[in-house]
């Protein structure tokens, strides 16, 4: 049986004392090295504010070892397997320190927490080297090399927007994206889901009211009586009722995916369920893609950038078994908003 390591430097230091720790059926190994030989360069980490964790477990039937030679996606997904394990490490000591110096900084973490991460199989390295690790001036990290502090003229494209409201629905979404790139995969769902519901509840509100419902006080109790499947409710015979056309009408694939997002959602808030990145992504998505459907029908006002809504997309689609309503393939990589 082979054995899988994920060697992960992570932009955060705690009172973890270095050795090897048991986290389920995994290993993991906690070292302060001030840097790491990635074959070509040495990557020097942020002085007391980094830990290198590796991360090791044995390969049942092979798949993960599958999954890292292939030539897809899927590649990329194993490493989040190890990242779940040095969250749930890293949540005992913050569990027992809340409140205390030695707890602050400590969190759950995500792939945007990686400063470089690469995998092997039974010690030989097998898959992508990936460096996060950013190389900007003043960072001794990427010595010799010249650094470009804006690099892709990101300023000027986010000038417009500082100090602005422009964009509030997407600004809200952006949120959802930071959770699921620092690991917090069921609040990135919950959230996803709570902005979309209000934006849903703010269409009908329009919608009723052109109709002659103009007393908010009724339209609250309408909305509000609803409680079971209250989001397959609004989207269905009620957008129906306000708007001349339900969801499906909209987007034909929206039954399965509204009725798997109220579910989990559920779930998630009801019972204490937990979820991974791959739920967390598709929900974004789901949801993103209901906005787009009311905002091409000419429901909604609300502008999504169409590189957040590429995104969402992506994230979603490159996942194990993405389900029916999720884009794959060409539509899934374009910049539009075909899906």
Wanted: aromatic residues 8%.
């Amino acid at each position: 049986m082979s054995r899988v390591s994920f060697t992960v430097g992570v932009g955060i230091r705690g009172p973890i004392a270095p050795g090897i720790y048991t986290v389920g059926r995994k290993e993991i190994e906690v070292s302060y090295p001030p840097g790491i030989n990635i074959g070509f360069a040495v990557i020097e980490f942020p002085k007391s504010l980094s830990t290198l964790f590796v991360v090791s477990w044995e390969d049942k039937g092979g798949k993960v070892a599958s999954r890292l030679t292939g030539p897809g996606f899927e590649r990329h997904l194993p490493v989040y397997e190890a990242l779940s394990a040095i969250a749930e490490l890293l949540l005992a000591y913050k569990l027992v320190r809340i409140g205390h110096a030695d707890g602050r900084g400590l969190r759950t973490i995500g792939i945007g927490d990686t400063l470089v991460y690469f995998s092997a199989v039974d010690g030989v390295q097998t898959g992508d080297l990936n460096v996060g690790l950013k190389n900007y001036e003043g960072n001794s990290a990427w010595l010799g090399i010249q650094t470009n502090v804006d690099q892709h003229s990101t300023t000027a494209i986010a000038a417009p927007h500082v100090g602005s409201k422009s964009l509030p629905l997407a600004r809200r979404y952006v949120r959802c994206f930071e959770l699921l790139e620092h690991g917090f995969y069921s609040e990135a769902f919950i959230v996803a889901f709570s902005v979309l519901d209000d934006l849903v509840q703010q269409v009908l509100h329009d919608s009723l009211s052109e109709k002659g419902l103009t007393s908010k006080t009724e339209r609250d109790k309408l909305l509000r009586g609803i409680k079971e499947n209250r989001m397959q409710l609004y989207l269905g015979p009620v957008l129906k009722l306000a708007c001349g056309q339900d969801i499906s009408a909209l987007w034909p694939a929206s039954s399965e995916a509204l009725e798997w997002l109220n579910t989990t959602r559920n779930r998630i808030a009801h019972s204490a369920e937990a979820v991974d990145y791959a739920s967390a992504a598709k929900s974004i998505y789901a949801c993103l893609r209901v906005v787009v459907a009311l905002k091409e029908n000419g429901l909604t006002k609300h502008d999504i950038p169409v590189e957040l809504f590429r995104h969402a997309k992506i994230t979603a689609a490159w996942t194990m078994d993405a389900p029916a309503w999720v884009p794959k393939g060409e539509i899934a990589e374009s910049m539009d908003f075909r899906s």
